[in-house]
C-alpha cells in the first residue's frame, strides 16, 4: 500500500538547515567539490552538530494526533546520494523519524518540491528557496551564521513560528506603495483600504495550516503558537487584523512595533523560527532566535 501523504504537513529541509555544516560548507566553497566528498567520507560516522532549523524540525516530528504524526519532514538537498550518508547517519543518532530525501548531486531541486507537495521548505541556498516561492510554495533562506544552540534535553511544549506580515503572510501591495511613495501614503493607503482585505503572501497557505492545525486540538493543549511581528502600527493596524478576521485564521500574538527592532519581541516570545523578507531584520533577529529570509516572488 502506498504513503499517503495527503494528510499531512510536509516540510522540506536541506542538510545545511537542519545540521551544522558550515566547516564542510567552507571546504566545498575554497576547494571544491572533491574535497568535500573525501572529507564527508573520512569523518562520515562522525554525527554532525544541530543546525538553525534542528530544533524546529525536531519539534515538528513530536506533533501527533490520535497517534498519528502529524508532519513529515523530508531531507531535500544538493549533495549526491555518496555523500549523504553522513547526514542519514546523524539523524538515526538523534533519534529523527526521518525516513525520505531527494539529492540531486548539485542540480534544482524545484521540480521535486511540487511533486512532493510541499508546503515549506527551509534551506541555505537561495536558487532553491527563489524557485520555491516561484512556485507558490513557502520557503526561506535559512541564517546559517545565526544561532545553533540546542539542548538535546530540551523538550519544547509549544511549537512557536513568527512571521513579518507584508511580503510573507500577506502579499507586497502595500510594502510597495512605502517603497515608492513613503510612509505617509503607505498609512493613507491603509486606513483608506482597511475593510478590504489584503492579498495572500508566499506564508498565507502555511498560517493557514497551522491555524487549521490548532482548531484540533482543545485550547489549554495546543502544541503551536504563532506571532505575527510587523514594522506596521496604528493606523495601518486595522486591514491586518480585518484580514485575518476575513480569513479565518488564528495569529495567537501580534506586535505592531512601528519601526521599533524586532529582536528583544522575538526572544521574548521565543521563535523557533522567524520568516521575513527583509535581511537586516533576519540578520538581527538570527543572533537570538533561528530565522529565515523570504526572497519576493520573480514577475513572470
Not at 538553525?52 to 549533495?79: D, H, K, T, W, Y
Not at 533519534?95 to 518540491?113: C, E, F, H, K, T
Not at 545565526?146 to 506580515?165: K, M
Request: aromatic share 8%; proline share 4%.
Amino acid at each position: 500500500m502506498g504513503f499517503d501523504l495527503k494528510e499531512k504537513i510536509v516540510i522540506g529541509v536541506s542538510s545545511r538547515a537542519l545540521f551544522d555544516l558550515s566547516v564542510e560548507n567552507e571546504i566545498f566553497e575554497t576547494e571544491g567539490v572533491e574535497a568535500y566528498r573525501a572529507y564527508q567520507r573520512e569523518h562520515e560516522t562522525d554525527c554532525l552538530k544541530p543546525g538553525p532549523g534542528f530544533a524546529l524540525v525536531r519539534a515538528l516530528l513530536n506533533l501527533e494526533r490520535e497517534g498519528q504524526r502529524r508532519v513529515e519532514v523530508i531531507i531535500m538537498s544538493r549533495n549526491s546520494a555518496d555523500t549523504s550518508l553522513r547526514v542519514f547517519h546523524s539523524i538515526r543518532e538523534y533519534g529523527l523519524p526521518i525516513s525520505r530525501a531527494v539529492l540531486v548531486s548539485g542540480a534544482s531541486l524545484a521540480p521535486y518540491l511540487e511533486a512532493f507537495h510541499t508546503d515549506l521548505f527551509l534551506s541555505a541556498h537561495e536558487d532553491d528557496v527563489q524557485s520555491a516561492i516561484n512556485c507558490g510554495i513557502a520557503a526561506g533562506i535559512i541564517c546559517s551564521d545565526g544561532i545553533h544552540t540546542y539542548h538535546d534535553n530540551e523538550v519544547p511544549t509549544q511549537i512557536r513560528i513568527a512571521f513579518d506580515g507584508d511580503a510573507v503572510i500577506f502579499s507586497d501591495e502595500s510594502e510597495q506603495i512605502y517603497q515608492e511613495e513613503g510612509l505617509e501614503a503607505f498609512e493613507e493607503n491603509e486606513r483608506l483600504q482597511a475593510q478590504n482585505p489584503l492579498r495572500e503572501g508566499p506564508f498565507a497557505g502555511f498560517l493557514r495550516l497551522l491555524s487549521d492545525l490548532q482548531k484540533e486540538y482543545p485550547g489549554d493543549e495546543v502544541p503551536i503558537r504563532t506571532a505575527l511581528v510587523t514594522a506596521r502600527c496604528a493606523p495601518a493596524h486595522e486591514r491586518v487584523i480585518r484580514t485575518l478576521r476575513a480569513w479565518d485564521v488564528r495569529v495567537d500574538e501580534a506586535f505592531f512595533l512601528g519601526g521599533i527592532p524586532k529582536r528583544d519581541f522575538l526572544k521574548a516570545f521565543g521563535a523557533h523560527i522567524f520568516f521575513d523578507d527583509q535581511i537586516v531584520h533576519t540578520q538581527a533577529a538570527a543572533e537570538v532566535v533561528p530565522s529565515a529570509r523570504v526572497p519576493y516572488k520573480n514577475s513572470a
